[in-house]
T-cell receptor
Framework: TQLLEQSPQFLSIQEGENLTVYCNSS?????LQWYRQEPGEGPVLLVT?????EVKKLKRLTFQFGDARKDSSLHITAAQPGDTGLYLC????????????FGKGTRLHILP | NAGVTQTPKFQVLKTGQSMTLQCAQD?????MYWYRQDPGMGLRLIYY???????DKGEVPNGYNVSRLNKREFSLRLESAAPSQTSVYFC???????????????FGPGTRLTVL
């Protein structure tokens, strides 16, 4: 059973378009993180959200944590080729030990 | 600061050979982790170490052993490599957990291992 489901798995869109990717679970998380991974490299942390309903912005990227802390979304405005990569969500489950779990990722390709 | 470093970057083994993947971090983090990443499977935790001297199994520990040599270094050993262990291996570290538990992960560049 995949505890963190990401959708879509793949997304290919034109430069300038907007997009949203989702991270869903039936479990409650004390915090949720988004990472971006480029080919041949390790994942790099983009943001951590910790409060239900929290919204964080990182330039053209907007991250939201669901009110019940079971889901999160990443919205990209006016996508650029530099946004291409694998986006991973990861979470620390409430009252669990110090491991986090990762979703399988959304592979995003922005066409120039 | 170099962050998290891993060696080697690439390795090809024959079935049955052994090898050790090295990882070091210079961020004074307590926790360190070994993951494998396979197409369609995401990142799966092999072993982790919450502090120097302690190690625990993750989701996919079979066929692997680890050593937390000191606070900086955490190695992963394959005693008898199998083709199913062909993967990309990432080491990560995280700072002491805060309240709530963040466990933000800092990753190394990975080791690409092929077992023939």
């Amino acid at each position: 059973t995949q505890l963190l489901e990401q959708s879509p798995q793949f997304l290919s869109i034109q430069e300038g378009e907007n997009l949203t990717v989702y991270c869903n679970s039936s479990s409650v998380f004390s915090s949720l993180q988004w990472y971006r991974q480029e080919p041949g490299e390790g994942p790099v942390l983009l943001v951590t959200v910790v409060t239900g309903g929290e919204v964080k912005k990182l330039k053209r990227l907007t991250f939201q944590f669901g009110d019940a802390r079971k889901d999160s979304s990443l919205h990209i405005t006016a996508a650029q080729p530099g946004d291409t990569g694998l986006y991973l969500c990861a979470g620390a489950r409430l009252n669990r030990d110090d491991k986090i779990i990762f979703g399988k990722g959304t592979r995003l390709h922005i066409l120039p | 600061n170099a962050g998290v470093t891993q060696t080697p970057k690439f390795q090809v083994l024959k079935t049955g050979q052994s090898m050790t993947l090295q990882c070091a971090q210079d961020m004074n983090h307590n926790s360190m982790y070994w993951y494998r990443q396979d197409p369609g499977m995401g990142l799966r935790l092999i072993y982790y170490s919450a502090s120097e001297g302690t190690t625990d199994k993750g989701e996919v520990p079979n066929g692997y052993n680890v050593s937390r040599l000191n606070k900086r270094e955490f190695s992963l050993r394959l005693e008898s490599a199998a083709p199913s262990q062909t993967s990309v291996y990432f080491c990560a570290s995280s700072p002491p957990p805060q309240k709530p538990n963040y466990n933000e992960q800092f990753f190394g560049p990975g080791t690409r291992l092929t077992v023939l």
